[in-house]
């Protein structure tokens, strides 16, 4: 909001205060009416005095200390997430305490029956004092020794009632905790026996240290794993090449190189040698049976023989891997080759061997130490029970041993003020009840006339007329009606004729100097139709309203009084062929007049009637069975044209344009409307219905008119009473 803009803008308070002006009278009543009962009430009431005790609680220890795991049922009074006043105050207000008190008191009404539970209990109140171990106890009651009498009797049962109830208490924590103790005892017991029995089953001393030691043995066999097949990898790659290069077995190789290391096998094999190279010879000069030939070939035989007795000797069961290779053709390279290769053959197959060990190892810690987690649950939950169970067991025995020294004699009640009467009554003072019934009185009262204001459908303003209408507001005709006149209007002065007092339109025409903002109400009209547009001359207008008894007539009539006044020279014409008045307001005949000249029996200079200097009226005429084919037949237009030849201006009394072809079509012969709207009289529907009609069949609407409008409750702004104060003076 814009600090530079007043409150008033956001805020009509004028339109408020303008509702309570309308609806004064049942807002007055009705704040009247709540006045005169509290003022009833206030004379009936009666003093009502309050007695006042203070009790101070100290906490039951009991509860406190039996504040473990598996609380007795009963023992646990006051809970520790609430506030034990609160408990304490309740079981105060308790049933049985009440009852009691009654009866022990012969409490009654005045009618001198006993009091009810509910009847106590509504006067008897008792309150944690914030902050503190207090507890207030009050009660009410027109006879302050009664009241004194009921909070004293009330705190000596209570205070018995709680000591009671905290010696049995104690009593019953006692039995509690020994019965108790056995129990917690032998769970202690069980759930050790428990993790004993558990650990040695799994051999688990203590599992952490296993985990530890199991994953650095598994470290350790990874390690000594990755070695060996490091080793295996290049004792692999050399055996493989020999392997290739010797084209046979490292066994094999193994056996040809002990062979070669025989010396007697060495022997054997060179003299064999030398026998079949000597046999070759003689074989190639001598015949096969030569005695040469045949003691070589027995030397040869003796020599093989002798060979194999070696090599058996030699190799034992390997004997057969050595019988295909010729020893004595291998050469010093080849011999360290095959010695070589051995060695490897012996050392993968150690490897190979060590390896497939290693991985077993890996596989057995492995498969241990993927057990540890359960095995680590099972045991947490174990331990778990245990420490439980230990716990209970020593809070229990704590428990015992605090219960043992507790004394039992001690008041857990202590009165900090007996009960005395307040000085003062605690009801309220009849200036109180008469004070706020006056409050009560002007909110309902407001709330009432806002109600009926809502109610209302009726336009209640000047204001709301120009919210209403888009149109021009062109004068404001106050009501006269006021106490002393006798409901009259006159005419304005120098008309011919006293306007007729027994029309219920209650049509008024001004004349006294004593109504002279009536005067000038309607010279500020014609003023304002004066300077409506210079240029435009607004010659033949026609006054009209949205529903009857708004006054159209009247406001037709004085208007064209005042613009005669102003020596123009003026004809009114009353058009409305269904309801006609202006013969009543002038008190003029009705023989012969607007419809007679539309029926072409009569000349309109013949019609029409003098009432005033500069003013003429052309009264309806008899009442027509077709006035809308009169008023829109070619005679009408040709009345129009000839009298706005003889007259400055001519002004058209209508019927309301709601539901009512004559003015819609008198509408099109005009120069524009005057629209009349009477707060009280239209109501909303009606003038929105107007408003469309207007619109909707594009009338020329030159402003409006305001009838009848009580200035006192009219905004500020709207508001001119210079004349008639200057006429009182």
């Known amino acids: 909001m814009d600090s530079n803009l007043h409150l008033e803008e956001y805020i009509d308070f004028n339109k408020y205060w303008q509702v309570l002006k309308r609806r004064w009278v049942p807002a007055t009543a009705t704040f009247a ?435 209403m209408f888009a149109y021009p507001l062109h004068g404001i005709v106050p009501n006269i009606d006021l106490p002393g006149r006798n409901d009259r209007q006159p005419q304005l002065p120098g008309s011919a004729t006293p306007a007729n007092l027994n029309l219920p339109q209650k049509q008024k025409l001004a004349s006294e100097v004593s109504m002279m903002p009536l005067k000038e109400a309607y010279q500020n009209i014609q003023v304002n139709l004066k300077l409506l547009d210079a240029d435009a001359r607004k010659k033949v207008i026609a006054i009209t309203s949205s529903v009857p008894q708004e006054g159209k007539s009247s406001v037709s009539a004085n208007l064209a009084v005042a613009r005669s006044e102003c020596g123009q020279k003026i004809l009114l014409v009353d058009a409305d062929m269904r309801r006609p008045t202006q013969h009543h307001i002038w008190e003029i005949s009705n023989q012969v007049g607007l419809i007679d000249i539309l029926r072409r029996e009569v000349q309109w200079e013949d019609a029409i009637q003098n009432t005033m200097p500069n003013l003429d009226v052309l009264t309806a005429g008899s009442i027509p069975n077709n006035p809308v084919a009169l008023l829109d037949s070619p005679t009408m237009r040709e009345f129009i044209d000839s009298v706005s030849k003889h007259y400055d201006q001519i002004i058209f009394d209508t019927p309301p344009i709601n539901g009512i072809a004559d003015t819609k079509i008198i509408g099109k012969l005009i120069d524009g409307f005057l629209f009349v709207v009477r707060p009280g009289v239209a109501d909303y529907g009606s003038a929105s219905a107007a408003k469309k009609t207007l619109d909707s069949t594009r009338q020329k609407v030159l402003g409006v008119i305001v009838n009848g409008a009580d200035m006192s409750r009219e905004p500020d702004y709207y508001n001119s009473y210079y004349y008639a104060e200057k006429s009182n003076k």
């Open 33 to 467: 009416g709540i006045v005169a009962l509290s003022v009833a009430a206030a004379l009936a009431s009666e003093k009502v005095y309050e007695a006042e005790a203070q009790l101070q609680i100290r906490p039951d220890r009991t509860s406190a200390i039996l504040n473990i795991n598996g609380d007795p049922d009963g023992l646990k009074g006051l809970t520790q997430d609430k506030d034990p006043l609160e408990t304490e105050a309740k079981i105060f207000q308790s049933r049985p305490v009440i009852e009691k008190l009654i009866k022990e008191l012969d409490l009654k009404s005045d009618s001198g029956k006993p009091l009810t539970y509910k009847n106590v209990k509504s006067s008897l109140k008792a309150d944690p004092v914030l902050g503190t171990d207090i507890l207030q106890i009050t009660y009410d009651n027109p006879d302050p020794d009664i009241a004194v009498a009921v909070v004293q009797r009330a705190v000596e049962l209570y205070s018995e009632d709680y000591a009671s109830f905290t010696r049995s208490g104690n009593v019953r924590a006692k039995d509690y905790v020994k019965k108790e103790l056995p129990k917690a005892e032998k769970s202690v017991r069980e759930a050790e026996e428990n993790l004993r029995l558990f650990q040695n089953r799994n051999r688990t001393a203590n599992l952490n240290e296993e985990t530890t030691a199991t994953i650095g043995s598994i470290s350790a066999v990874e390690n000594e794993i990755d070695q060996v097949k490091a080793q295996l990898q290049d004792v692999d790659a050399r055996y493989s090449r020999l392997k290739s290069q010797l084209g046979m077995t490292w066994q094999e190789a193994s056996a040809v190189s002990s062979l070669s290391q025989s010396v007697g096998v060495q022997s054997t094999l060179e003299q064999l040698q030398k026998v079949k190279l000597a046999l070759a010879q003689k074989g190639n000069v001598l015949s096969d049976s030569s005695p040469q030939i045949i003691s070589l070939k027995e030397e040869q035989a003796d020599l093989t023989a002798l060979l194999k007795q070696q090599v058996a000797s030699t190799l034992g069961s390997q004997q057969s891997l050595a019988s295909s290779v010729n020893v004595l053709s291998l050469g010093e390279l080849k011999q360290a080759q095959l010695a070589n290769y051995a060695e490897l053959g012996l050392q993968k197959e150690g490897l190979d061997q060590r390896l497939a060990s290693l991985q077993n190892t890996y596989t057995a810690y492995q498969k241990r130490s993927d057990n540890f987690p359960q095995l680590q649950e099972q045991q947490r939950q174990l331990q778990r029970k245990v420490t439980a169970a230990q716990s209970a067991y020593e809070g229990l025995l704590s428990k015992s041993k605090e219960l043992d020294v507790l004394p039992s004699d001690i008041d857990k009640v202590r009165v900090v003020a007996n009960a005395a009467i307040l000085e003062d009554p605690v009801n309220p003072s009849g200036k109180i009840i008469v004070a706020a019934g006056a409050m009560m009185g002007v909110l309902f009262g407001m709330a009432l006339a806002f109600l009926l204001d809502l109610k209302d459908n009726t336009i209640k303003n000047t204001q709301e007329v120009e919210n």
